[in-house]
Every structure is written in structure tokens, then in C-alpha cells.
């Protein structure tokens, strides 16, 4: 079992940047893709980015590319989620996940990629 808890959610003006983070503990000697992941009042959860256990190969939504920037510390178990330049409509409750893999270069995009999930942590934008 792996447990995630993500933090550095908030009230943010439009314009500002902001640095998510995931720590994970628990079976963490095993190899885990990771994923962020974000849920927007009122609809489905989207995909956002993902980084490879290597964290040499990442992933991102694309019309997200360019403002978003995912990062992993395998030494401290945690991956960041730099967002810059949000807009209102990145209002929204922001997941952080984890998917047991057995090649470094494997990143998932798929919520059925992903084997656990943490409680999440809310982003809200003010224009």
C-alpha cells in the first residue's frame, strides 16, 4: 500500500503561480509512475500531467503544456506540481496518484493507469 497526501492548494489571483506537492509513504521501495490529476466542480476528473518513475520521461495534458510542470525526488518520495500563470480555470481539486510499474520510462494518462490516490487538495482562482 502506498499513501499519498498532496498539500500547497489555496486561494490564488489569476496571474500567480503556485507549487503543488505529493509525498508518499508506505511501499514506496516499489516503482511508481505518478500523476496529477484535477476535478473541476461539477465535472469529471481530467487528466493533468505524469512523470515516470526515472522522471527522465513526462507527460501533459495539452492544453495545459507550458504552465504546468511535473517533478519527482525519489530520494524524498514527494513530486511537485509547478503551476504558473493560473486563470480561473484552474479552479479546481487537484489529485495526486501513483501507479506501480515495472519500467522507469512508463507514464499513464488514463485514471485507470493509477493504482492509489490522495484525498486531493483545492486550487481556487480568483479572477
Known amino acids: 500500500q502506498v499513501q499519498l497526501v498532496e498539500s500547497g492548494g489555496g486561494l490564488v489571483q489569476a496571474g500567480d503561480s503556485l507549487r503543488l506537492s505529493c509525498a508518499a509513504s508506505g511501499r514506496t521501495d516499489s516503482s511508481y509512475s505518478m500523476g496529477w490529476f484535477r476535478q473541476a466542480p461539477g465535472k469529471e476528473r481530467e487528466f493533468v500531467a505524469a512523470?515516470?518513475?526515472?522522471?527522465?520521461?513526462?507527460y501533459y495534458r495539452d492544453s495545459l503544456e507550458g504552465r504546468f510542470t511535473i517533478s519527482r525526488d525519489n530520494a524524498k518520495n514527494t513530486v511537485d506540481l509547478q503551476i504558473n500563470n493560473l486563470k480561473p480555470e484552474d479552479t479546481a481539486v487537484y489529485y495526486c496518484a501513483a501507479a506501480k510499474t515495472s519500467t522507469s520510462s512508463t507514464v499513464g494518462y488514463r485514471r485507470s493507469d493509477y493504482d492509489y490516490w490522495g484525498q486531493g487538495t483545492q486550487v481556487d482562482v480568483s479572477s
Open positions: 512523470i515516470s518513475w526515472s522522471g527522465g520521461r513526462s
